[in-house]
């Protein structure tokens, strides 16, 4: 059967790390049919909104989106509605992606560029499931009101809502939980127990949930013990789970401290496992078009969509192996160049995967 | 005129902890009126609430309260209005504690003990401003609901309100610029302006204070940038202001890339400069009563209580300079000991600040 996959490279240098990965999809001799759409503000450009309804419709119909970057600091003047950003939101909720993956791994070749001591981090292999649909992400109500009582009266407020339904919490709990049972067996819930409702009733339901995984040994943090214990230990950590605001924070400290965000993967899914898959880092406007991006954080995505989106984890494997034989041929874009290895562009480490495929 | 201070010890290794900056304080030939009183698990335990009304007059009656920290886990099965920490959020509350200044420091004589690389945080000197009474931490309407409709009808409901207004982030605006202006003259502003209304707000009032301060420069970050760029290159920020949640996160964050916690103090103001002043770190029931706790952070925080709410920076100057004499006499506690430094105890550290005051 054939796999239906939407391509929407996006804004800054989304268009020529997609296409890298692109040519890695169509390298492995499966049965995919990519159709492409713009998105951002590239879509804005062409089409007035970053998330036309065609694009949507097209994402919709797909097994899976190949993800690139978006934004650029030349639609910034625009009003928040019409911003690149609302894209990755707009098909977030569309789609009911509502869990997000996202590893920060530190690959033993790329040690030197993280900005912890390589005894802190050697080895690094965190998952971070962050919950991508509720929270105070989409909370209602939220906005700019005037104040009628308490001793701000007449002064104008902004406000927003977080909220986690039952629901909600259970089914990114299960996704946690079962990551954790296929890895180390160990997840990390982190909330604000100690401050907000919201956490108190999210950390009540983890601990329900964790009696039908007695297999894995849950634990709790609050998110502010959480990000620095991130900073002072991170390979304690095994799965993180949180909800949409904390991981945001979490997973891009995490991703941080490996030092080559340029090489992270991540995949958004909903319940009947289609899913967004992206490169953890940004559309990077200042050194789009000079083919020096790093394109691996897109193919490793690709490679996630195959495992976890199109069943295809055999194709997934060889597509991570061929990223492992490059870094270890000494293949290198600029983001995580150091002396001693071979710096190529763009292309060429899409050129260096294909081959060692 | 005599100074009142409030001496709230708490739980764990507050009371040793808090002794030693009595001592210190005691031995500046000031005229100050030392009051002691129970808070947090201590209070709870002693008269049945964390935060009692004996020790809310004492503080609202002081120019300043010395606190020590709160928290145990044998108080963890109580329920959250009787917990430890409710008399943290009780005292910001009542005493108007809206402004949080905590530095994230890194004394030259410790760059070892960070988790991060030498050449990342030698020389680190962050002043983070944290907004401390307003956000999602009092926000109401909060608590637990049923859904009446919608795609989790007759679910359960966890929810908090996020707020701020703008006489709130005027006042946190204006603490932040002059702050900055004393200092590099830098001030970055932490919000998640693309994805809340609250921030987006808060973002547009900063804009508007900075106009009276053309001497210092205003940048914007979005929060999950800034918990990357604090890992990344954490010397590039001089002051950075948030919201009380965000603040929370980051101030942590930005305390543990020093890895020496025991030393950071931190100060919470309210409008008439009475103030609360803790050490960064927590109560470390583990170690409570063994002599071995690091006082520095507290002798510290008494250091920041003469120069903000006692006005007697000159006293506070001694401090700091008997502090730095010490670190470099060698004299390490536990937290902070490497070889070829002196390991000492909780009181002789004590010992030793007083004779280089
Ligand atoms: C662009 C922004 C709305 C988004 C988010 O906050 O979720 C981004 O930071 C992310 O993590 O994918
Ligand atoms: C104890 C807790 C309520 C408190 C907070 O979240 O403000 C603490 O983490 C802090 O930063 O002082």
């Known amino acids: 059967m054939t796999s239906r996959i939407a391509v929407l490279p996006g804004d800054g240098i989304g268009p020529e790390i ?5 040519r890695v999809l169509r390298a492995l001799d499966l049965d995919l049919e990519l159709t492409e759409a713009p998105v951002g503000g590239a879509a804005y450009a062409a089409k007035g909104h970053p998330l036309p309804e065609d694009t949507l419709a097209l994402a919709r119909q797909s097994d899976a989106v190949l993800f690139g970057a978006v934004g650029d600091w030349k639609y910034d003047h625009l009003e928040r509605a019409l911003r690149p950003e609302q894209a990755v939101l707009g098909l977030r909720k569309a ?3 509502f869990a997000n993956l996202r ?14 001591k390589p005894e802190v981090v050697a080895g690094l292999d965190i998952l971070i499931v962050r919950e991508l649909t509720g929270d105070i992400y989409f909370g209602q109500p939220r906005g700019v009101r005037t104040l009628e009582d308490g001793p701000f009266a007449g002064d104008r407020q902004g406000y927003d809502t ?3 339904a039952e629901t909600e919490v259970r089914r990114i709990a299960h996704v946690a939980f079962q990551a954790a049972a296929r890895r180390q067996g160990r997840l990390c819930s982190v909330d604000k127990a100690n401050v907000l ?5 999210w950390r009540d339901i983890m601990i329900d949930v964790a009696r039908e995984y007695p297999q894995v040994e849950l634990s709790h943090m609050y998110v502010d013990n959480a990000a620095m214990q991130l900073v002072r230990a991170p390979k304690a950590f095994d799965v993180v789970v949180t909800g949409n605001l904390f991981g945001d924070i979490l997973s891009d400290e ?3 401290l490996t030092g080559s965000i340029g090489m992270l993967p991540s995949a958004s899914l909903n319940a009947s496992r289609q899913g967004l898959y992206e490169p953890s880092h940004g559309s990077a406007p200042d050194i789009a078009g ?7 954080a897109t193919i490793l995505s690709a490679a996630m969509m195959l495992r976890y989106s199109l069943n295809a984890a055999p194709a997934a494997d060889r597509i991570e192996a061929a990223v492992q034989a490059v870094l270890a041929q000494g293949l290198r874009t600029a983001d995580i160049h150091e002396n001693g290895t071979t710096r190529v562009s763009t292309s060429e480490m899409g050129d260096a995967v294909l081959k060692a495929l």
């Open 95 to 97: 789609l009911g992606l």
């Open 290 to 296: 000079q083919n020096i991006a790093n394109p691996l």
């Open 162 to 164: 977080m909220h986690y």
């Open 18 to 22: 997609v296409e890298q990965a692109v």
């Open 103 to 116: 590893p920060a791994i530190l690959y033993p070749e790329l040690a030197n560029a993280s900005s912890l």
């Open 254 to 256: 995490a991703a941080m």
């Open 197 to 201: 409702e919201t956490s108190q009733f």
